[in-house]
């Protein structure tokens, strides 16, 4: 199938895939989403998550890390820049493992121009101001001495930290549903008041576009929702707008 549309102008914004490890119809269906969807694209930027766990380098050996890499190659070899953040599932990813697939590692917080304007871009955690635990686990594992320790342990061993990760941040995804927490408002209204035109996030799960957010004319905020093995929603720039797809587009009628 040929991609949604080839203009170079178009950017591809997405988060939360939480791909495993094995090879399974979610990463079928990531690799689907690369061809096509983002093919063709001036930039891909994927807001963290991107893996369900990720405790270091020897993760890629695992068969479907190995497909969604070599699908997101394929896409930076044909001309798109592929620009990786990194999330709170997946935060040890590293520099060299993408640089390998021709890939960008972003900062925790990306700004620079797209079309809109100033954009600010992020896996969107930070922005919690309830959730102090996560905060300061994420902040202990990515000490440099602990995650260098981390990064070395036997594949076995890795894996069954991963495991234990992705069934505490399962706990406090559900808690975060539960308490129906929200990322700041004050922190995002900062960032307009800041300069930033455009604000995009993933992490809550909550699908959402607001133009004129916060009743602040020419500002806008979006959040994206989770992939999965047959939906993915993403946003998408072109022509200076900024849309929330799906993929597949929904069934006319």
């Not at 890629?60 to 798109?80: N, W, Y």
């Not at 972003?106 to 304007?117: E, M, S, T």
């Not at 992939?227 to 022509?239: K, N, R």
Request: charged share 25%; glycine share 8%; net charge positive.
């Amino acid at each position: 199938m040929a991609p949604e549309q080839s203009s170079r102008e178009r950017i591809i914004i997405v988060s939360d895939w939480h791909l495993p490890a094995e090879r399974t119809a979610q990463t079928d269906f990531f690799v689907r989403f690369t061809r096509e969807v983002c093919a063709g694209a001036a930039r891909v930027f994927v807001l963290g998550d991107l893996f369900g766990a990720w405790v270091g380098p020897k993760h890629a050996t695992r068969p479907g890390h190995v497909a969604a890499f070599e699908a997101l190659a394929e896409l930076a070899a044909s001309g798109t820049k592929v620009v990786i953040a990194r999330g709170n599932r997946d935060f040890l990813l590293d520099r060299k493992t993408l640089a390998r697939h021709g890939l960008e590692l972003a900062p925790d917080v990306w700004r620079g121009d797209l079309p809109p304007g100033a954009a600010r871009l992020s896996h969107g955690d930070e922005l919690t101001e309830n959730d102090r635990l996560h905060k300061t686990l994420r902040a202990v594992i990515g000490n440099f001495p602990i995650s260098t320790f981390v990064k070395m342990m036997p594949l076995g061993v890795s894996d069954a930290l991963a495991d234990a990760y992705r069934w505490l941040s399962a706990r406090r995804r559900s808690r975060r549903k539960r308490k129906m927490l929200r990322p700041s408002a004050r922190a995002v209204r900062a960032e307009f008041e800041s300069g930033s035109a455009l604000v995009v996030i993933g992490h809550w799960h909550q699908p959402a576009i607001e133009t004129d957010a916060y009743g602040m004319p020419g500002k806008t905020f979006v959040m994206l929702g989770e992939c999965t093995d047959a939906s993915a929603g993403y946003a998408e720039i072109s022509g200076g707008a900024v849309r929330l797809r799906e993929f597949p587009p929904p069934s006319p009628g």
